[in-house]
């Protein structure tokens, strides 16, 4: 990666990212958490993915948005049960990412690593 792409395609999209990390801990502290501790490994982890995602992609997969308005509907009492029919397709990537990490990892350690 060049320089020009970092600074100009991948900062301000780390940029954001971040932000809406603050913003989901921040409401998380001041509501459900009470200023307590928390894990926050999962959130960590959904703004290295929006981040990522959307500079090398181009599309946001909006995993700490989602986070954010799915906190905020229980917040108010609305359901929080999401049916795959009411998310947009990008909220599923963790899943398929995960997949994909899972099987780089497991794969050079198998028996014949090309079939696995």
């Known amino acids: 990666m060049s320089f020009e792409f970092l600074r ?3 900062a301000p999209k780390i940029h ?3 932000v809406e990390l603050l913003n989901l801990w921040r409401l998380k502290a001041v509501t459900i958490h009470k200023d307590q501790p928390f ?3 999962e959130d960590l982890k959904n ?3 929006d981040a990522i995602w959307v500079a090398m992609i181009g599309d946001e997969p909006g995993m700490t948005r989602h986070e954010i308005e799915k906190l905020k509907r ?3 009492n609305q359901p929080t049960n999401f049916d795959k029919k009411e998310l947009p397709d990008s909220t599923f990537i963790n899943e398929e990412v995960t997949y994909i990490r899972q099987t780089i990892v497991r794969n ?3 028996l014949a690593p090309k079939w696995a």
Do not use: S
């Open 47 to 49: 703004a290295a993915l």
């Open 8 to 10: 100009k395609t991948a």
């Open 108 to 110: 050079p350690n198998t």
């Open 39 to 41: 894990n926050a490994l």
């Open 16 to 18: 954001k990212a971040i």
């Open 74 to 76: 229980r917040l108010d």
